[in-house]
């Protein structure tokens, strides 16, 4: 059978304005294009005029995946007019680029929108215009009962755009359990089916040469360091395990916070704390291969990639206790919970695995993650959905 034709419009999607935005969807498309042709339209603002002062287009083809990443300019601090104009060229500029596409390369077999706020505008237009299918991937929190930005806060007019699109949908999907029932709680006509994200097993993956664990103790968190990552808790938590193992270190990885990079030194704690910038999965694999533990001690989420990424390298987790850990941790198997928002419990989980209280199975952690998470496995479900729509 020939390869399906699969038109991506990713609302994120790593851009050089943003060049982690969004890069588990990219990491889908990678693992989709060892089955299906994909080809990835996205619209980025430019709104330093870094990349162009108008209009530039950059394209990346590699193995089955075309990206093709349409920067405009538009100045930040815009009024509301201009917030309508902005828009109005966003979704010009996704009928001009689809339009094109399709005369390069006829008709994709189906249109996959990956977020429907942004690129989901112009999804109905492209099944009313060209008679296309479209279906929907959701990564977005806001569905989540206890997130900080909630569907339910947005304007009526988006809530209402949202309904339209979900409803002319020809399938939805979400990386978890959790947020698929978020989903049908907001539309209750809806089944989402579950496929997870994914993790690249030849980045993350346990080097024997590159697995001499240091004998300081060591975690990592990976993170954007927001509210919702509970980044402090970590340090405080981390503060208490000082007391009984004063060599341990820990690693913080993500977006730099002037003020939890304070708190460390006001706390004495920079001889044991460090801080990085993001960067690249090749670089962040080596710091997880060096760590006794990875912790995620989020208030919610959708999935948790870094979960699957540690465990690629054979490193448990320590995570909080909430229900979307419970798709992807079995206590003492890959990881361990600790009571979510307590500094003290999650310091004692840290303390537990220092203690090594919990016998990790470092090979059975990496067979069970690659037999769950990775591209040939997930790219797989995704491409079997697209024959199941496809052949509706």
């Keep these: ?7 991506w419009l990713c609302s994120w999607y790593p851009d050089k304005c943003e060049p982690y935005n969004g890069d588990f969807i990219k990491r889908h498309a990678e693992a989709v294009s060892e ?24 394209q990346n083809e590699m193995n089955g995946l075309t990206e093709e990443i349409i920067y405009y300019y538009i100045k930040k601090n815009i009024r509301p007019l201009e917030r309508l104009f902005s828009y109005k060229k966003y979704q010009f500029l996704y009928r001009r680029f689809i339009k094109d596409y399709i005369q390069q390369n006829g008709k994709p077999d189906l249109v996959h929108i990956h977020i429907g706020r942004k690129s989901g505008a112009i999804a109905k237009w492209v099944k009313r215009e060209i008679g296309i299918k479209y279906i929907i991937s959701e990564h977005w ?15 009526r007019l988006e809530r209402r755009n949202w309904n339209k699109l979900i409803n002319n949908a ?9 947020l698929a029932e978020g989903l049908k709680r907001h539309f209750s006509t809806i089944n989402p089916i579950v496929i997870p994200n994914v993790v690249n097993t030849k980045i993350f993956s346990k080097k024997e040469e590159e697995n001499k664990i240091s004998t300081h103790f060591q975690f990592v968190h990976i993170s954007g360091m927001q509210s919702l990552k509970n980044p402090k808790l970590i340090i405080e938590a981390f503060k208490i395990v000082l007391k009984d193992f004063p060599d341990a270190k820990l690693n913080m990885i993500g977006s730099l916070d002037d003020r939890l990079i304070s708190y460390t030194k006001d706390n004495h704690l920079q001889s ?23 912790v995620l001690f989020s208030s919610y989420e959708t999935f948790g990639c870094v979960i699957i990424e540690a465990n690629a390298c054979g490193v448990p987790v320590i995570v909080s206790d909430i229900p979307v850990f419970h ?8 990881g361990i919970f600790a009571t979510a928002g307590s500094s003290e419990n999650l310091a004692r ?12 199975n ?10 769950k998470y990775s591209y040939s496995v997930v790219g797989k479900q995704f491409a079997d959905w697209y024959e199941e729509i496809i052949k509706q």
């Design 327 to 334: 798709e992807t941790v079995q206590q003492s198997i890959n």
């Design 1 to 7: 059978m020939s390869r399906r034709k699969i038109l």
């Design 141 to 155: 929190s806001g569905f989540l009962e206890n997130a900080t930005e909630r569907f339910e806060n947005i304007s």
């Design 35 to 58: 089955f299906c042709d994909v080809h990835v339209l996205h619209i980025a603002k430019d709104t330093n005029g870094n990349i162009t002062d108008d209009i530039k287009v950059e």
């Design 170 to 178: 020809s399938g939805i999907s979400a990386v978890s359990i959790v």
């Design 362 to 371: 470092t090979q059975q952690i990496i067979n069970e993650t690659a037999a």
């Design 272 to 294: 044991s704390i460090y801080f990085y910038a993001e960067m690249p999965q090749s670089e962040l694999a080596n710091y997880i291969r060096q760590s006794n533990a990875l």
């Design 349 to 360: 989980a840290m303390m537990d695995i220092a203690l090594n209280k919990f016998l990790f």
